[in-house]
């Protein structure tokens, strides 16, 4: 089970943290990934990390603004985003799969999304 949280409303240039609680299983071989979703879009890779290994990816839209990371004692992925964006506005997903890979297809387990919206 994935439980997505901490998104909310904030201005253009500013900071949100989401979180993801993972939970119900060992997660210790899969990949963590977060998506989002914008008004009539395709939901969109963000960013991914290895659960082991804490590799990491990105988005060109969002490298070297977001960054990913995990607490491995609290089972619990951490999406930094900084710089914040109008576009980036979206419901943010937190995912889990077995592939390191952006294509949502590939992640088997879904949190339930979080809303992030940005103002100008």
């Known amino acids: 089970q994935l439980q997505a949280s901490g998104g909310g409303f904030e201005q253009a240039g500013g900071s949100l943290r989401l979180s993801c609680a993972v939970s119900?299983?060992?997660?210790?071989?899969?990949?963590m990934g977060w998506f989002r979703q914008a008004p009539g879009k395709e939901r969109e890779f963000v960013a991914a990390i290895r659960w082991i290994r804490g590799s990491t990816s990105y988005s060109d839209l969002v490298k070297g603004r977001f960054t990913i990371s995990k607490d491995n004692a609290k089972n619990t992925v951490y999406m930094q985003m900084r710089s914040l964006k109008v576009e980036d506005t979206a419901v943010y997903y937190c995912?889990?799969?077995?592939?390191?890979?952006?294509?949502?297809?590939?992640?088997?387990?879904w949190g339930q999304g979080t809303q992030v919206t940005v103002s100008s």
């Open positions: 119900g299983r060992t997660f210790s071989s899969y990949v």
């Open positions: 995912a889990c799969g077995t592939r390191y890979s952006p294509r949502p297809l590939d992640y088997d387990y």
